[in-house]
């Protein structure tokens, strides 16, 4: 992956791609799910892997929404592995059982993350670790693929030392342990409390058995300052919709909302060069580290792309209610 980023610049790194909007749960500060939405059919994912593959993509993160509620998951893992991409994806861990497991053992899954966010549920997050000590015991016994499970500080977490029992319970479990910064609905820094930056520090110290050692951006983050950098989102890294438009991040819905379909080199490079004004206080840690790639190189010179006409509506449908 870095080799070839290296070599580079024209294709993207990773892309998320959303396979179903919905989800089985209701957190308190997403705004990327709704409880009504069908799953994409399983040929559109097809196509929409098979064109990110022909744009070089090295890596495809399935996200949501929940995308284990998609009836055709395993297919569409399976098609990223076929045509050479690392398959990648962030579930919240409630369907998963051994048989599951299994499964995705078969279609050939690389990489799972699951967020856990505090110790026992609360009216903000459902994604407890008592709910969920069972599903990750499963996943340590017959899981085949990588598994990194994120706690998170910030944006209304009631207890942030539940941050470092959920980090260490990953490592028992012979997993890797990171830990995120919630950002608001626009996707733009909350500054850490006292305590939660503490509790931020000490994740900090088991960062050596984390598969992410990139912390510049989340420690600027953690102390309330903005970074400086080259945002490559809509470039080295790709938010494909479950309407399947290209989008900067999954907090940036809207820009530049091109139909994957016809995304091109062309749509790459100049989204390569597209100053994003937000992004300061970023806290969407995969377009930090895709960008790190580039961090040395080409000066960012154009403008904000205009949204498309109604790609706006589409997202505040989805994203109304949830903020």
């Known amino acids: 992956m870095i080799a070839k980023g290296l070599l580079s610049r024209d294709h993207p790194i990773l892309a998320h791609l959303i396979p179903i909007r919905r989800c089985n749960l209701e957190c308190g500060y997403c ?3 709704d409880d009504y939405s069908k799953p994409v059919p399983v040929e559109t994912m097809f196509r929409r892997v098979d064109k990110l593959a022909a744009l070089g993509t090295t890596v495809v993160t399935l996200s949501g929404g929940e995308p284990l509620l998609h009836p055709d998951l395993d297919q569409i893992i399976a098609r990223l592995r076929k045509r050479g991409i690392i398959a990648g994806m962030i579930t919240n861990g409630y369907l998963l059982n051994v048989q599951r497991i299994q499964r995705l053992n078969d279609a050939g899954l690389d990489h799972m993350q699951i967020s856990i966010d505090n110790i026992q549920p609360d009216d ?3 994604k407890s670790l008592k709910v969920l000590d069972q599903r990750l015991r499963w996943l340590s016994e017959h899981a085949l693929f990588h ?3 994120n706690s998170v500080v910030g944006g209304g977490t009631r207890n942030p030392e539940d941050a470092l029992k959920v980090g260490e319970r990953a490592l028992a479990l012979g997993f890797t342990s990171t ?3 919630i950002h608001d609905g626009d996707g733009q820094l909350r500054p850490l409390k006292e305590a939660e930056r503490k509790v931020y520090k000490a994740m900090k110290s088991m960062e050596k058995s984390s598969y992410s050692r990139f912390n510049k951006f989340q420690d600027a983050i953690a102390e309330g300052r903005p970074n400086e950098w080259k945002c490559r989102a809509g470039a080295r890294y790709l938010y494909v919709c479950e309407d399947g438009l290209v989008h900067y991040c999954s907090q940036q819905r809207g820009y530049p909302a091109k139909p994957l379909e016809q995304y091109s080199v062309e749509d790459i490079r100049r989204e390569y060069l597209t100053q994003k004004g ?8 995969c377009v930090h580290q895709t960008s790190l790639m580039d961090f040395w190189r080409d000066t960012q010179i154009h ?3 205009e949204p498309a006409p109604n790609s706006l509506i589409q997202i505040q449908k989805h994203t109304a209610g949830h903020r």
């Open 303 to 305: 403008p904000p792309a």
């Open 278 to 285: 937000c992004s300061p206080y970023c806290t969407v840690s």
């Open 31 to 33: 705004n990327e799910y």
């Open 124 to 126: 903000v997050s459902k």
């Open 179 to 181: 830990i995120g910064i």
């Open 147 to 149: 598994v990194n499970i």
